[in-house]
């Protein structure tokens, strides 16, 4: 067996393998937004004078080439300060615009999702959440079923946060437009890291986040297809064609574009080595860890994403072990430590979802990292097991 003495002679660490938290800001991001914070610190709305012209410019040029990432057109985008917002811009702003009416979405989305659709039902709406299967993948049967003459909104996200899964878009996309329902999609964990053209899927309403992808926190967008009906959360100075009022941050705007531009070259290429690491860091804790379980479908997956369950293992313990030596977590960034919500909706028991371990790879991750995860996590299940 491998020896605590071991973990701590381990160099480099703690590992880094929680990505899908955030990331970090690429060095060409912090270096494109840096005029932005006080040399060019006009406001984009000001466009009488130099300032304001060069800020309106910078964020237009921004729109444009995130825009041409997704294939649309730049005025489909509406910034917001990330993909929670746009979220909740979507579902709120057109469930409201439509009345009362019936929406359909998924047990193992983000809160981001779920807590608006529980406004929306306090509202009067009417909300089905689908379960998903073992895999953690709904079928275009599965919701074909499930709408009503008064269903107007359907809601999936396009990869989980939680185990990776990429669900149907394009199948489940043309069953709602069959029906002429809005089909939204969370693509927060998608976005740059997978091919995703809201158009050639058929997706409506599209919700986007920088920081997942190398870019800024703080800024997101959301892709509205012509004609979509919103009401504003919020009102002010009439900016984002009056659907999103406030200031626009352009730095971060331009720290977005550039992160985008980031993740699209050679995306390709990073994820299949993403992926062939995933697979060795599974496949190697296989060896190591007698009974782990992987949570959700191998494929169609995250490249970059392994979420694993180890029964029999206190996770409280296997998390404070793990702590000075990895960095994980066992569900969403925002989930603030409760159980996973997304494991527990696949068949986890409780104490099941407190012992698993959602690891998602970054771009630097090594072969060196992911050898010495194993053998850390290795170390932390056997502490755990005393």
């Known amino acids: 067996m491998i020896t605590t003495v071991r973990t701590n002679q381990l160099s480099r660490l703690p590992l880094a393998f ?22 060019e610190w006009g406001n984009p709305s000001s466009r009488q004078h130099r300032l304001g012209l060069t800020a309106s410019a910078a964020v237009k040029l921004a729109r444009r080439q995130i825009a041409e990432a997704l294939a649309v057109t730049p005025q489909r985008l509406v910034f917001t300060s990330g993909a929670t917002e746009a979220n909740n811009l979507a579902l709120l702003g057109h469930a409201r615009a439509l009345g009362s009416c019936h929406l359909i979405s998924v047990t193992t989305e983000h809160h981001a999702v779920l807590d608006p659709l529980k406004q929306l039902q306090r509202e009067g709406f009417s909300i089905t959440l689908l379960s998903p299967g073992h895999d953690g993948l709904i079928s275009p049967k599965q919701l074909e079923k499930t709408i009503t003459s008064e269903t107007r909104l359907v809601s999936v996200m396009a990869a989980n946060n939680e185990i990776g899964v990429l669900q149907p878009l394009a199948a489940l996309a043309s069953v709602c437009r069959d029906h002429g329902i809005t089909f939204h999609s969370d ?53 984002e064609a009056g659907l999103r009022a406030g200031t626009l941050p352009t ?77 994980c977590s066992s569900g969403s960034a925002c989930s603030n430590g409760a159980p996973s919500h997304v494991l527990q909706a696949l068949g986890r028991t409780r104490p099941e979802a407190e012992a698993s371990l959602r690891l998602s ?18 170390d932390a299940v056997a502490a755990a097991k005393h």
Not at 197 to 216: F, I, M, Q, R
Not at 302 to 322: D, K, M, Q, W
Not at 362 to 377: F, L, N, P
Request: aromatic residues 4%; proline residues 6%.
């Open 18 to 39: 929680d990505h899908q938290a955030t990331t970090p800001c690429a060095a060409e991001v912090v270096e494109a937004m840096a005029p932005y914070w006080s040399e």
């Open 251 to 327: 730095a971060l705007i331009v720290g977005f574009a550039t992160a985008v531009q980031l993740a699209m070259a050679g995306r390709e290429s990073r994820q299949q080595r993403l992926a062939a690491l995933r697979d060795q860091l599974w496949a190697d804790l296989k060896r190591q860890i007698p009974g782990v379980q992987m949570n959700g479908a191998l494929a169609p997956r995250l490249p970059h994403n392994l979420n694993i369950s180890l029964p029999g293992v206190n996770g409280s313990r296997l998390h404070r072990a793990l702590r000075p030596h990895l960095a």
């Open 361 to 378: 790879l970054g771009r630097d991750t090594s072969v060196d990292d992911i050898q010495q995860a194993v053998i850390v996590i290795g």
């Open 187 to 239: 693509a927060a964990q998608a976005f740059g890291h997978i091919p995703l053209e809201p158009d050639a899927t058929g997706v409506d309403l599209l919700s986007l986040s920088a920081h997942k992808l190398y870019g800024p926190k703080g800024i997101g967008a959301l892709v509205i297809r012509d004609e979509i009906a919103l009401q504003p959360l919020q009102w002010g100075g009439g900016q």
